[in-house]
């Protein structure tokens, strides 16, 4: 999460990245991967900020995405 994620969606997954995505913190590992899967295979999506997003996301496997939201839940805890 650190390394591939945290600049644009925040320490926590608190930030709306480019104030367009939702927060990865109140998202599911569902979710996660379904918009990681539009990124990598629908040219045009996400707002114009595919062009930051698709080399990322082409990059993510699936258990990847279960361990970036299990660690944001981790540090998310109430």
């Not at 599911?28 to 999506?45: L, M, P």
């Amino acid at each position: 999460y650190v390394n591939k994620c945290q600049s644009c969606h925040g320490k926590k997954g608190e930030i709306s990245a480019y104030n367009v995505a939702k927060p990865l913190k109140d998202m599911s590992s569902e979710d996660i991967a379904y918009a990681i899967n539009r990124y990598t295979n629908e040219a045009g999506y996400g707002n114009g900020y595919d062009i930051i997003m698709r080399p990322i996301a082409s990059n993510i496997r699936s258990q990847e995405v279960k361990d970036i939201k299990s660690y944001l839940d981790s540090i998310n805890k109430k």
